[in-house]
Structure formats: structure tokens, C-alpha cells
């Protein structure tokens, strides 16, 4: 009821982030299927309130990020994460809605196209460079398809090095808790970076060292060997 106050009742689309050109959110909004409404939240340099904030049509602007220990009742609140961008690595939100069962809905292009494993299970590709009939045709099919989101989350694609939002929440839940649950998952973040930096680092570099340092000294009494049988200086 918060994100999209009048159309709670329809399955909700989110696109979470900055509101940049380059993520062409626009043609998200201009592209809903009639059967779904859009929620755009984050902030950035476009004015999106104004521009594109029309409940009669089916969008919601939000100004504002979501902090991190509540993003995890954002992606399980809506029903897809879109993005329309055409040029993006790895897309943040896609991994982040993956992670608790939400499907994502994305563009083929760029570090999309590693983002879904097959079409239908943990997400879709929808082509946003094709008319708006097009594209709020195939969102339509999209919307209106049976997810299950335990073989959403089966089929994400996992980031070696990102801390998935279902990892905060099993470390935040194995947690006491002091009021706020936000430093619980931060303090595991913390710890895992200081193992890796300040044990983990230290130990590959002294077992290189060792290895070479038991090298040079089989190299060297071996030559000291041979050079302690020598009859002459030339010898030597």
C-alpha cells in the first residue's frame, strides 16, 4: 500500500536506483502492462517526481534509497525488478531481487545476458529498443506467467565476491539483535574483509617466501658442495 497506494492489488514492477540517463527509466514507464503498475525508487539527477510520477497511469515515484536492513521487505513486497539500461556489468538489484525469489525482468544487453540462466526461471529478457506496443505486449505475457520463487532464487546468478541479501539475513536472524539489526550484518561484512586482508593475504605471501627461501637454499649447498671439492681458484 505504501509503494503504490492505488493499484496495491496489481502486481507491482520495481526499478530500485539512481536516476541516471543511461538507466532509461522512462521507457519503463512508458511501457507498463496494463495488468501491472511501476514503483521507481532511489534519486539522482533526474527530476523523476515530476516527470514521470502518474498514478493514473499505473507509476510511483519514490525519492530516496531504501536502507540496507530493510531492502529485504522491498524485494519481497513487488513481484518483478526491471531495468531497461543497455550497458550494464552486473546489475545490483537483479542479484539483490534473485536472492529472496523475486524475478527479474531485464534488457539483453551487456552484463544482463549473464544474469539470467534460462529464460523463465530466474527472470525474462524483454527487448525495451522495440516500440512501446511490443514491449507492453511481451511485459504483459511476462506479468501475467506463474512464478515460483524458490526456483527464482535456485536459478540466480551469484556474484563470487557480493554478499547476497540472503546472506545478511541468515547472519542478521543467527544474531542477538540490539534494537537496530542493521550492525550484526555489517560486523560479518567487516570480519570477512579482515580475514581475507589481514590473515589470509599475510599467510599466501609467507608460504611463497618459504617455498623459495627452501629453493634457494638447496640451490645454494649444492653449489657449496661442489665448490668445497674444488682444487683450484679457477675450479672454484
Known amino acids: 500500500k505504501n509503494l503504490a497506494p492505488h493499484h496495491s492489488h496489481l502486481p507491482i514492477i520495481l526499478f530500485a536506483g539512481r536516476w541516471v540517463p543511461e538507466k532509461r527509466i522512462a521507457r519503463l514507464a512508458s511501457t507498463v502492462p496494463p495488468s501491472a503498475c511501476l514503483c521507481i525508487i532511489g534519486s539522482g539527477p533526474l527530476p523523476l517526481p515530476s516527470l514521470l510520477h502518474s498514478p493514473s497511469s499505473r507509476v510511483y515515484v519514490h525519492q530516496g534509497f531504501v536502507p540496507h536492513d530493510k531492502i529485504y521487505d522491498l524485494y519481497r513486497a513487488v513481484d518483478f ?9 552486473f546489475g545490483n538489484t537483479t542479484y ?3 536472492s529472496v525469489g523475486t524475478p527479474c525482468v531485464l534488457h539483453p544487453k551487456g552484463g544482463h545476458l549473464s544474469q539470467i540462466v534460462e529464460e523463465g526461471t530466474n527472470g525474462c529478457f524483454v527487448d525495451f529498443d522495440l ?15 506463474r512464478w515460483d520463487r524458490d526456483v527464482v532464487r535456485g536459478n540466480m546468478v551469484r556474484r563470487i565476491d557480493a554478499v547476497g541479501i540472503e546472506d545478511v539475513i ?7 539483535g540490539r534494537g537496530g539489526e542493521g550492525w550484526i550484518e555489517r560486523a560479518a561484512i567487516t ?5 581475507s586482508k589481514y590473515l589470509l593475504v599475510p599467510l599466501a605471501l609467507a608460504v611463497g617466501i618459504a617455498v623459495n627461501v627452501m629453493v634457494v637454499l638447496c640451490v645454494t649447498n649444492k653449489a657449496g658442495y661442489e665448490t668445497i ?4 681458484y679457477e675450479d672454484r
Open 81 to 89: 525488478v526491471a531495468n531497461a539500461s543497455d550497458f550494464e556489468t
Open 96 to 98: 539483490e531481487g534473485n
Open 131 to 145: 516500440p512501446d506496443e511490443v514491449v507492453r505486449a511481451s511485459m504483459e505475457k511476462v506479468v501475467c506467467r
Open 170 to 176: 541468515r547472519v542478521r536472524q543467527s544474531g542477538s
Open 191 to 195: 570480519f570477512n574483509k579482515g580475514l
Open 229 to 232: 671439492k674444488a682444487d683450484s
